[in-house]
């Protein structure tokens, strides 16, 4: 069985940049989310995509964006980098329907906004 | 606005002793409640859940002990070990929707 992979590892980009990061879900898992893990705090829901529709959304700008693909992959797109967005996103696959929190988490992307 | 408080924020054992982290919630729709592990560098892992059907659930050295009338629950982890070393986030959630709300964290150190 596949854990749940992110690519990059690690990533430095300037302020107003584009960044996209990118996700493969556990397999058998139909169901995406990322969260935003600032340094020294919990992750913070950004988005859900279930069946590559946004399912629900946090408390972040539209400049979040996101895509789920046909093989439940994902991506999350950042626009307009700002210094704040530097954080650990992390990516976390489940089975919809399984029930609520079980989710499994990839290592994360590290993004350093310069 | 954090829906999940977590506490201490960090805490150091001795091997062997117990470390207890506490979180109190606020949201009556909460029905799910995961204890998660993350090492450095690495993403978070679920380490044990709790329903409100049940006051305590343990798996081994790890216990969750569930007090829903004053809505707050606790993971206590004995016989410490320094693999134990790492930050535990609790979480909570609810049934129907599609995310989980996390506390800042606490850092446990083990020393040996």
């Known amino acids: 069985e596949t854990g749940v992979t992110q690519s990059p590892t690690h990533l430095i980009k300037t302020r107003g940049q584009q960044v996209t990061l990118r996700c493969s879900s556990q397999?058998?898992?139909?169901?995406v989310s990322w969260y935003q893990q600032a340094l020294g705090q919990g992750p913070q829901f950004i988005f859900q995509?279930?069946?590559?529709?946004?399912?629900g959304r946090g408390n972040f700008p539209p400049r979040f964006s996101g895509l789920q693909f046909p093989n439940y992959s994902s991506e999350l797109n950042v626009n307009a980098l700002e210094l704040d967005d530097s954080a650990l996103y992390l990516c976390?696959?489940?089975?919809?329907?399984?029930?609520?929190?079980?989710?499994?988490f990839g290592e994360g992307s590290r993004l350093t906004v310069l | 606005q954090q829906q999940v408080k977590q506490s201490p924020q960090s805490l150091i054992v001795q091997k062997g002793g117990i470390s207890i982290i506490n979180c109190a919630y606020e949201n009556t729709a909460f029905d799910y409640f995961p204890w998660y592990q993350q090492f450095p560098g690495k993403g978070p892992a679920l380490l044990i859940a709790i329903r409100p059907d049940v006051s305590e659930k343990k798996e081994g050295r790890f216990t969750i002990s569930f007090n829903k009338s004053a809505k707050q629950f606790s993971l206590h982890i004995m016989d410490s070990q320094p693999g134990d070393s790492a930050t535990y986030f609790c979480?909570?959630?609810?049934?129907?929707?599609?995310?989980?709300?996390f506390g800042a964290g606490t850092t446990v150190t083990v020393r040996a």
């Open positions: 976390a696959s489940s089975q919809q329907g399984v029930g609520t929190g079980e989710l499994f």
């Open positions: 979480a909570a959630g609810a049934s129907g929707d599609y995310k989980l709300s």
């Open positions: 397999s058998g898992h139909n169901t």
């Open positions: 995509y279930y069946r590559e529709e946004e399912n």
